[in-house]
Each structure stands twice: as C-alpha cells, then as structure tokens.
C-alpha cells in the first residue's frame, strides 16, 4: 500500500520507519530541509516512562494561577483572544479532575513502557547510535509537599509495571553524586533504573537514512497547504515543493504526524484534534573539564525541568508557555534555565557556551496523545504527544503500523477508534 506520512520530526519518522517495515510503499513530506529540525530538534532527550504523570492533575489549577504572569514560570499560560486556547484550557481543567487523573497517567503509562521496549527491540535489531546511555532516571523534589504527591503518584504507576523507587536525600546523592552541591535542598527523590536517555535529533536522522534504506522516500523542503478529502475518504494533499510549485499528492492511506500544526490540517477538513502548542525551552552546555555535570538524567520538578549529558554535553529543558503558534525565542526563559543550573550544579559547564533553543510540543488537555484512524477511512493521527514525543515515539509508530495492517497493537492504549468525541 502507498502511504504518505506528513511530519518529519521523531514521530513522523519513526512511524514511516514501521510501516516501510511492514512492507508498504512510504514518502514523508516535511517543510524543513531534514529530519527532526523543529520540535525535535534539542529536546530534553529523556525516555521516560516514569514521567507519564499529565500536567492535568488535581494540584496544577492552583500552581498555574500562582505563576500567571511570571515569565520564567514552569508552565506559562499566556492568555489570547483565542478560542483555540480557551477551549484547550477549559478541557484541561476537566482533567485535573482525580479520575481523569489517573486515567490520563495510566493510558500515558502503558503505551511509554511499550514504547521504551520497542526502542530497545528496534536498536538491538540496527545498531543506531544517537549518545543513547541507560542510567536510568532521577526525579528529585526540593518542595516536602511536592515529594509526597510524587510518592503517591510512584505508587500508583508501580501497579502498572513502571519501576520507580522512592529515594532519600542522601541515595538521591549516591546516585547521582553531582547532588552532593545542592544536598540541603533536596527533600527526595523517585528514581527509575530502566528509564533511557538520548539525543532525538541524532535517532531521527539516522533513523530516516534507515527507513530510506528500506525504501521509503523522503520530500524535504516541502510545505503542506491543505488535506483535501470527498466522501469517506481523503483523496489528496496539496503541497509546494521547494521550487514554490504546488502539486497535489495521492496514496491508499494518509497519516499526519505534525506535532502543533496537525488542528491546522484538520480542522478544515473536520476532524476534532485537541491539539495546542506548548512552547518549551532548552539550553546545551559544553561540559568540557569540569566535573560537576550529573551523568545520571535528572528531573528537577520544582522547576519543570530536565537535564541530561549527551556525549561531553549538558541539555537542560523544560517550561512551557501556551501563546499560541509564536516561534519567538524568550530570551528570560532560556537564561533561566542558565540561572537554575548553575544554581544547583555550579560546575555543570562552560556558562558562555550556553547554546538556546525552542520549540512547539503538541500537547492535548490530557496529555494522552491522537493515535489511530480518523471518520476517513484512510486518514490516520499520530501527534498530540506532548513533552513525550520522544518517549512514545517508537510505541506509537508499531502501533500505528499494526492499526494499518489490520492487526491489534500489543499495548492497552485509547487508540481513535476508542474514543468518543476526538
């Protein structure tokens, strides 16, 4: 079967990666010039099915309003005469309630464990290399309150065969010795052995020169304009190549992988996506000689924020800010990212070699990302993912592959057809 995939970032590309796999004819359309240079692009780099945990939860209505018009707040809702914003923000705050909670954290759960086996099957299985370490990941809380929410929260993940281990101040040390300068802030941790870290932009490039050799063809430099569909079924998308020159593309089947921008595409053609952009953040530091930049990838959840090594360098991520499709780079924001670090790591790196970064993360009311088919036959959804784009990657594109093929994916997740009124 023909299939044409729209998106170019890691969920795009691993789900062209699984169905050229099973044998279909694959071409990926992507505006950028190559693989994952948006949203992708300097990700916090961690796969972590231990974070699975929404942003809806009972507690975040409060914090939220706690932080409105704080810039450097971990999660920024800037408020625009927007109906897209509105609607999303009124969802979300029907599921902060405990049951959409715990709903919400299972369905993410389940189908990041599937993913995070299915990128270990899928590297044994190639040999890629993208400065992958298996470490595990270290949540530590420096708010006493906050800890004993992220114990309760560990407990109920434990149930569903997430690993997560509640640490003290002093084994949050042992782990990661780089906590030694920050020792008296820390009220403890949650630490999850088999969570991976990676660099995404690298898996997504290598991953496309492997789906090529596989067979699947790549347009870059090629820009969607419209999904145009007749009956029960999309019969084309038009595009402009790199030349300006429209043209319309046909295939048997069709799936949009393209992060904030797929309610764009969707909408007109009337296909509910609650879809809307999270801008994040993050800085690279050169690590250089010094020696107090952690090895084992944190996650500080007082301030929202992940750090992991890559090679010989630091990535700090984190924040998020709903202003729309805004691209801007906030230059407080990544400065304090710079500020946090060097904070609690004061010889994390080379301060000046501070490289910044931002990105659109598609996120849903829920955080349970759009996988499977739509009210068209042939249109399929792959997007919604959220700050776990990278983590459900490959989870979501074996699943969207088997949905295609006909068969029932190994993993208990929400998929479109489950759902009601998405």
């Not at 660099?199 to 290598?206: R, Y």
């Not at 750090?307 to 700090?316: A, C, F, S």
């Not at 990544?334 to 659109?360: H, M, N, Q």
């Not at 699943?399 to 489950?418: E, Q, S, Y």
């Amino acid at each position: 079967m023909r299939v044409l995939v729209l998106g170019g970032g890691v969920v795009g590309v691993t789900a062209a990666w699984y169905l050229a796999a099973d044998g279909h004819e694959v071409t990926l359309v992507d505006r950028q010039r190559g693989a994952a240079l948006e949203t992708s692009y300097a990700n916090g780099g961690q796969i972590s099915a231990s974070y699975a945990e929404p942003w809806a939860n009972p507690e975040a209505p409060l914090k939220i309003a706690k932080w409105l018009g704080r810039e450097d707040a971990p999660l920024l809702f800037r408020l625009r005469a927007d109906w897209r914003q509105w609607r999303w923000g009124l969802q979300f705050l029907v599921e902060c309630l405990p049951s959409r909670t715990r709903h919400n954290t299972i369905q993410c759960l389940n189908l990041a464990l599937y993913s995070r086996d299915c990128l270990k099957a899928l590297r044994a299985g190639t040999g890629i290399e993208y400065d992958h370490l298996e470490r595990g990941i270290l949540q530590f809380y420096t708010d006493a309150k906050d800890f004993e929410h992220g114990v309760a929260s560990a407990a109920l993940m434990r149930e569903f065969g997430c690993d997560r281990v509640v640490r003290t101040a002093d084994e949050c040390v042992a782990i990661e010795p780089a906590l030694a300068a920050c020792r008296d802030r820390i009220a403890g941790g949650i630490y999850t052995a088999s969570d991976e870290t990676g660099d995404a932009h690298a898996f997504t490039v290598e991953l496309a020169k492997l789906a090529a050799a596989r067979g699947a063809a790549f347009r870059w430099s090629t820009t969607v304009d419209a999904i145009e569909a007749a009956g029960d079924a999309v019969s084309g998308v038009r595009v402009r190549g790199p030349d300006g020159r429209a043209e319309t593309l046909t295939a048997d089947a069709f799936v949009v992988a393209l992060g904030s921008y797929s309610p764009l595409l969707l909408g007109p053609i009337g296909v509910p996506c609650g879809v809307y952009p999270a801008k994040g953040y993050s800085i690279t530091l050169d690590v250089g000689a010094h020696r107090g930049a952690p090895t084992v990838s944190l996650t500080d959840l007082a301030w929202k924020i992940v750090l992991t090594r890559l090679g010989d360098r630091l990535r700090v991520a984190g924040t998020a800010e709903l202003s729309g499709w805004d691209t801007a780079m906030n230059d407080l924001r990544c400065r304090s990212l710079v500020r946090r670090t060097f904070d609690l790591f004061p010889d994390a790196g080379e301060r000046d070699s501070a490289v910044f970064w931002t990105g659109l993360r598609p996120a849903t009311p829920s955080n349970v990302p759009l996988v499977g088919r739509t009210r068209y036959r042939n249109l399929w959804l792959d997007t919604g993912h959220g700050t776990l784009g990278w983590t459900m990657a490959c989870g979501s594109g074996r699943a969207l592959a088997d949905l295609v093929a006909g068969r029932r994916p190994g993993v208990d997740f929400a998929f479109l057809a489950d759902r009601k009124n998405v």
